[in-house]
């Protein structure tokens, strides 16, 4: 009975501390309330920029595409990583304006590689609340007919948390490919219903996500969670990419297993633009 009345007076305290910190505002309250007001004027200060990660071929190690990423660099908060900025800016709805920015900067970028002479693709993450605004498509085809660039070299990330309406998701997800875009599905695997989505989604790449296959080369597992995800693929007629490959035991283990393209810092971080042409021409070399 003491140990009994122990634990309910440790539970007691515990909703007490809980009811404590919600009623003041914590340090992490303020940081996101500065972030917030930052990242409002991080566009017109031109704080924001795109940085590319190249995508190979997994049995050639051929260069096959680029994957888009926003960068911030705030004038107050120093570099600000995506994984706290980006869920700020679509709680706020800054992720609009953001996300039309990237997809501008990367169509812009990719008609200026595809002048040079270079074939590839690039991809740009979109986010559920941008893959939802009724101006998204209308926006993107404008985009793709200023920049000229030819729309299957692009490719739309999209993450299973699209899909709160399936149904509303399916017939975007057509309009889009009638624009001759390519849409991916990101972080494969660790969402909900993935299997309804492989079914009912137009869709040509399954990214793997990078948790899988960092765990790929030491537990059993996870590399048949791979192969598997990479055979489910195959049967669908889709293309996989494994994100965070970060040493030759995953790139032998990923083509035996039948991945087809990777990225990760194996093959190099995200780069600037300039530093990301000079990776190609040395690739290319
Ligand atoms: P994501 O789309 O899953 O992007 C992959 C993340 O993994 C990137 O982090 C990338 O830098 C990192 N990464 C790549 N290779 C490796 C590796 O070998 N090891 C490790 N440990 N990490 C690797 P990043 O750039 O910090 O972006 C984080 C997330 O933020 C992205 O995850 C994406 O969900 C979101 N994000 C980034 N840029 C955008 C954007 O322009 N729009 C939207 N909506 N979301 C974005
Ligand atoms: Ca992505
Ligand atoms: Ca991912
Ligand atoms: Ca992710």
Known sequence: RNAETALYGAKRRGLNQVALYRSIATPDDDRRVHIELELRRALQRDELSVV?????????????????????????????????????????????????????????????????????????????????????????????????????????????????????????????????????????????????????????YLKIDRGFVSQS????????????????ARNFGLRTVAEGVESQAEVDLLTDLGADLAQGYHFSRPLDPESFEAWVEAHLA
């Open 52 to 204: 590319y990660q190249p995508q190979v071929s997994l049995p050639t190690g051929e260069l096959h595409g680029a994957e888009a990423l926003m960068r911030w660099n705030s004038a107050t908060l120093g570099a600000v990583s995506p994984d706290t900025f980006i869920p700020v800016a679509e709680d706020t709805g800054l992720i609009g304006e953001m996300g039309r920015w990237v997809i501008e900067t990367a169509c812009r970028q990719l008609a200026e590689w595809t002048r040079r002479g270079w074939e590839l693709t690039v991809s740009v993450n979109i986010s559920m609340s941008q893959f939802g605004d009724d101006g998204f498509v209308g926006h993107l085809e404008r985009t793709l007919a200023t920049t000229g660039i030819d729309p299957h070299l692009l490719v739309l990330e999209i993450t299973e948390s699209i899909a709160s309406r399936v149904d509303i998701a399916v017939a975007r997800l057509h309009q889009l490919r009638e624009l001759g875009v390519q849409i991916a599905i990101d972080d494969f695997g660790t969402g909900y219903s993935s299997l309804q989505y492989l079914r009912d989604f137009p869709l040509d």
């Open 217 to 232: 080369t030491h537990h059993a597992r996870d590399r048949d969670l791979v192969a598997t995800i990479a055979q489910l």
